[in-house]
């Protein structure tokens, strides 16, 4: 849908091999660069090859430019995109652009677009793919028009959706336009499923520090859309206008907030800013940085790291300078942060005694949800085929805390299954998945139906999202992924919560995947699709 003025529809995909965790990755992210790909006549651009010197690519309809970087080499993001930008000839172009965490190949480091709107492909370090091939950006243009065919049953979908912008969601839209995530934390902290201490608790004492609707710095009025064809628009910068943190600035959502918030114990949104602007100025995943420093964090309490090992930081929970301290070696690969930059699964093979509490799944650190007592999301964090990504095959836990189903076994593997498909649906279209309520499958069909000669049912969305899922699966297998590799840390499975309405749970994991695995027809045993499957599916072996 990119391109054709669809709402919502301004997101694009990177698809690589995760250098974090060695399997399957992709990662989306919103701004100009799907529209104008669409607009030069591109559906993908395929990158193979290293450069024998740092380079960016102009890519202006179907002429291709490939520029010298080497004074971009070592620039942060923001300012990189900004002078490629200037060899463009184009009124608009989307730039994409790594900062030096990617050109030094740490594996979580991100890829950034849209320039100071730090928009990223953000987990799991496409940024480093990009360094690794010394390429410091594209830059892309186009002048011509993305096509509909079907009018009718396009417009029918957009007319659907602005009429529930109207109605039903435009209470949402107002509270998203003052928010975006991470406000209401009274709630979250009460169903007890805020990540605290590196996953020691689900509640945090400190919520009313780190909520966007308590915080006390307040949040500015004016506010942008990531993307183009947002009518609601969320993003919003905030700049800290004194304290030790006078300065810092940045957009920050649910994910940064509880990294390098509760996750580290700290109750000061200010410092969460500034840890939130080193990540983007520097091009690194803020989600697996935070949650990779509350790990160490727990690890320095324990007594399993000194001073000695954090360069004399007093790596303590809560210590909000402590953390700043440490980000700022990770993103310059100075001293203990060199260690840091290896992220939570690495670091732990390397610190006795850690790895009942690295929290990651298949090497990529876990969603921030607290997931005893949520046995859809601890589903969705095991089997996600790029790792602990509460993203990827959709967010049970806004099903379960409401419906009443968070510690039921049975029923749950159909719950992922349909959570999943969703979410590839709207990760392949693609559409963002913050107003993903509002639009249905019946919308979608119509909106793709527009697309293509021939018409498309909700059935046949549903078994396209079933053969990318199988599709992402296969590729792992390939890689040596077994049943086994779809785990969770010994914390969630062996450790009995100690805090919340679901005080005493643990992660009834093996019964989960048994439902996962029959739900989609998998051989339960191994975990693998079946040949009946994927002949189902039309996928050949």
Not at 14 to 34: D, E, F, H, Q, R
Not at 509 to 516: G, P, R, V
Request: with cysteine; proline share 4%.
């Amino acid at each position: 849908l990119s391109g054709t003025g669809f709402f919502y529809s301004s997101k694009g995909n990177v698809t690589t091999k995760s250098p974090l965790t060695g399997i399957y990755l992709y990662s989306i992210c919103s701004g100009l660069l799907a529209q104008e790909m669409r607009k030069a006549g591109f559906w993908a651009i395929d990158i193979k090859g290293v450069a024998d010197r740092p380079v960016y690519v102009v890519i202006e309809d179907n002429k291709v430019t490939f520029k010298d970087a080497s004074s971009l080499w070592g620039v942060e993001t923001a300012i990189a995109q900004k002078e490629m930008l200037k060899e463009s000839s184009a009124t608009k172009a989307a730039t994409v652009g790594i900062g030096p965490a990617g050109e030094k190949l740490v594996t979580y480091a991100a890829a950034f677009c849209s320039g100071e709107l730090y928009r990223c492909f953000g987990r799991g370090g496409a940024g480093a793919v990009m360094g690794s091939k010394r390429l410091k950006g594209l830059v892309v243009s186009g002048s011509g028009k993305v096509d509909v065919v079907n009018k009718e049953r396009f417009k029918a979908a957009k007319a659907l959706i602005t009429k529930r912008l109207n109605s039903d969601f435009k209470d949402w839209g107002n509270w998203w336009r003052r928010y975006e995530t991470a406000a209401d934390l009274a709630t979250t902290n009460e169903l007890g499923i805020i990540p605290t201490r590196n996953w020691q608790t689900g509640q945090f004492e400190g919520w009313s520090g780190i909520d966007k609707s308590t915080a006390p710095m307040g949040w500015p009025e004016k506010v942008r859309p990531c993307g183009p064809y947002c009518p609601t628009a969320g993003t919003r910068e905030v700049v800290i206008k004194d304290g030790p943190y006078k300065g810092a600035r940045s957009d920050i959502e649910w994910e940064a907030v509880y990294a390098f918030g509760s996750e580290c114990g700290v109750d000061k949104m200010e410092a969460i800013i500034a840890a939130s602007q080193l990540c983007d100025e520097f091009g690194i995943d803020n989600m697996t940085a935070g949650i990779t420093i509350g790990f160490a964090m727990e690890c320095f309490e324990k007594g399993l790291i000194g001073l000695n090992d954090t360069d004399g930081i007093d790596l303590r929970f809560g210590n909000d300078q402590a953390m700043i301290a440490a980000l700022k070696k990770l993103v310059k690969l100075e001293g203990f942060g060199k260690q840091l930059a290896k992220g939570t699964r690495e670091l732990s093979t390397e610190i006795a005694g850690s790895e009942a509490f690295a929290m990651h799944a298949k090497g990529m650190e876990l969603g921030g949800y607290e997931c005893r007592g949520l046995n859809g999301q601890a589903l969705q964090f095991a089997i996600s085929a790029r790792g602990g990504c509460h993203h990827a095959y959709g967010l049970p836990a806004r099903v379960e805390t409401m419906d009443g189903s968070r510690l039921k076994v049975e029923g749950k593997g159909e719950q992922v299954k349909n959570a999943a498909i969703g979410r590839i649906l709207g990760d392949s279209l693609i559409v963002c998945t913050f107003p993903s309520p509002m639009y249905t499958r019946d919308m979608l069909a119509d909106a793709v139906s527009g697309i293509f000669a021939e018409p498309w049912s909700v059935a046949e969305l549903n078994l396209a999202g079933e053969r990318v899922m199988c599709q992402e699966r296969l590729f792992n297998v390939r890689e040596g992924l077994t049943r086994n590799d779809d785990v969770l840390p010994s914390r969630l499975l062996a450790e009995p919560k100690p805090d919340g309405p679901t005080k005493g749970a643990t992660v009834p994991l093996e019964e989960l995947k048994d439902q996962f695995y029959g739900a989609l027809g998998y051989d339960v045993a191994t975990g693998n699709p079946t040949d009946a499957t994927l002949s189902r599916l039309g996928i050949e072996r």
